[in-house]
Every structure is written in structure tokens, then in C-alpha cells.
């Protein structure tokens, strides 16, 4: 079956490099192309194209606001978003407009014809480059409730709070400054997100940091 795909971005020479890209596939058919997002809604309502590949940055309606109107208006078109960023706020963005596919264009090439591929089958699709991105943001986020990780002389100073140990005595068995504990104090507090000593206390028991 030939996939019939709308060429949507704004420089000449990126959509020619696509389009002779698309062209050496045998399934897929370039069945129009356009450099702004007004053309592009003209072009999907006269061709009704498998997939639109849609640049974000166009210079009238950007990719966005096509995506989403191509949904209100009970397109068909699959939609492939196509950006030179792989920042979770783009990707994001265009995926909660209708995308169901989104392609850096860095990796273009064989990877916009895998989403195509991918999108027509009724399949979602993120290049590597875009789901390595996410993946390390979500693993490297802290979960609702849950804590940035705290450094070594934190989970001393942890430890020594919840024994119930006051700063000076903190700062004197560890043998740095009262006003280092202190701000140890606000890191760790600001990190866990917890306010008082009974909350410290209640974290560490929990973690093992201290024994009940």
C-alpha cells in the first residue's frame, strides 16, 4: 500500500533534501508540499494525505496550532511532527495537539521513514534522539513525594539531626563549622521536602539512615 504524505516546512532547500529522501521509498507518495501552515491546511483539505509531515517552525501558524486544527476538523492525516529540537516542552506540545509521531531534524532521513511508516500502521513513533531525551529527564526527576538523592556529609548531618543532635554538636563530631551544618540543614530539608525534625526523623527511620 503507498503512503500518500504532505511535505509541510518552511526552507526550500530542507524540504527538497526530504522530499528527495521520501522519494527513493517505493510506499511512499509526496503528494504535496507547502512552506507555511495556511498552504498546508489547503493542501491536506484538497489531497487528504495517509500523513502530514509537519515542521514546527512555520512562519505563519507555527506546527502546533496545524496540528491541532487538522484534529477539530476530523482529518485523517496521521502527523508527523518534525523539529530541529528534542525538548520535552516541543515534543510535549505537539503531541498533546494530535502528533502521534515526532522526528528531530538531525536525524531525519531513515528515521522519517520508519515514523511514516510507523504513524500509517496506526503505530506512535519517537526518534532515539527524543526518547533518550525523555527517558533521562523522567529518570532524572523526582518523583511526586520522593526526594533528590542527598550527598554524602547530607545524610551524616541526616543522621546526626535525627539521633537528635542540635547544630553545634553537629558541627563539633563532624569537625566543620556551625554554619555549614546549617546550610546542610536547608539543603537537606529543600531537597526532601520536609520542614520540621520530626519529619527528618520519621524520613531517616524509614531509609535506614538511623536505627529506631
Same mark, same amino acid.
Given at each position: @500500500?503507498?503512503?500518500?504524505?504532505?511535505?509541510?516546512?518552511?526552507?526550500?532547500?530542507?524540504?527538497?533534501?526530504?522530499?528527495?529522501?521520501?522519494?527513493?521509498?517505493?510506499?511512499?507518495?509526496?503528494?504535496?508540499?507547502?512552506?507555511?501552515? @495556511?498552504?498546508?491546511?489547503?493542501?491536506?483539505?484538497?489531497?487528504?494525505?495517509?500523513?502530514?509531515?509537519?515542521? #514546527?517552525?512555520?512562519?505563519?501558524?507555527?506546527?502546533?496550532?496545524? *496540528?491541532?486544527?487538522?484534529?477539530?476538523?476530523g482529518s485523517g492525516a496521521r502527523v508527523v511532527?518534525?523539529?530541529? %529540537?528534542?525538548?520535552?516542552?516541543?515534543?510535549?506540545?505537539?503531541?498533546? *495537539? $494530535?502528533?502521534?509521531?515526532?522526528?528531530?531534524?538531525?536525524?531525519?532521513?531513515?528515521?522519517?521513514?520508519?515514523?511514516?511508516?510507523?504513524?500509517?500502521?496506526?503505530?506512535? %513513533?519517537?526518534?532515539?534522539?527524543?526518547?533518550?531525551?525523555?527517558?533521562?529527564?523522567?529518570?532524572?526527576?523526582?518523583?511526586?513525594?520522593?526526594?533528590?538523592?542527598?550527598?554524602?556529609?547530607?545524610?551524616?548531618?541526616?543522621?546526626?539531626?535525627?539521633?537528635?543532635?542540635?547544630?553545634?554538636?553537629? *558541627?563539633?563530631?563532624?569537625?566543620?563549622?556551625?554554619?555549614?551544618?546549617?546550610?546542610?540543614?536547608?539543603? #537537606?530539608?529543600?531537597?526532601? $521536602?520536609?520542614?520540621?525534625?520530626?519529619?527528618?526523623?520519621? %524520613?531517616?527511620?524509614?531509609?535506614?539512615?538511623?536505627?529506631?
Amino acid at each position: @500500500m503507498t503512503i500518500r504524505v504532505l511535505l509541510v516546512e518552511d526552507h526550500r532547500m530542507v524540504r527538497e533534501a526530504l522530499r528527495d529522501t521520501l522519494l527513493r521509498e517505493t510506499e511512499i507518495e509526496v503528494v504535496g508540499e507547502a512552506g507555511d501552515g @495556511m498552504h498546508a491546511l489547503e493542501l491536506e483539505r484538497e489531497h487528504a494525505p495517509d500523513v502530514v509531515v509537519l515542521d #514546527i517552525g512555520l512562519p505563519d501558524l507555527n506546527g502546533v496550532e496545524v *496540528a491541532a486544527r487538522l484534529r477539530r476538523s476530523g482529518s485523517g492525516a496521521r502527523v508527523v511532527a518534525l523539529s530541529a %529540537y528534542s525538548d520535552k516542552r516541543f515534543v510535549l506540545e505537539m503531541l498533546r *495537539a $494530535g502528533a502521534t509521531a515526532y522526528v528531530t531534524k538531525s536525524a531525519a532521513g531513515t528515521e522519517l521513514v520508519r515514523a511514516i511508516s510507523a504513524v500509517a500502521k496506526g503505530q506512535s %513513533y519517537l526518534c532515539p534522539e527524543v526518547a533518550d531525551a525523555l527517558v533521562s529527564e523522567v529518570r532524572d526527576a523526582a518523583l511526586p513525594g520522593e526526594m533528590q538523592r542527598l550527598g554524602a556529609r547530607e545524610r551524616e548531618v541526616l543522621r546526626l539531626i535525627a539521633e537528635g543532635l542540635r547544630s553545634p554538636a553537629i *558541627a563539633k563530631q563532624l569537625n566543620i563549622a556551625p554554619a555549614t551544618v546549617e546550610v546542610h540543614r536547608r539543603n #537537606i530539608k529543600r531537597k526532601l $521536602g520536609l520542614h520540621t525534625v520530626a519529619e527528618l526523623t520519621k %524520613y531517616a527511620l524509614r531509609e535506614g539512615i538511623v536505627s529506631s
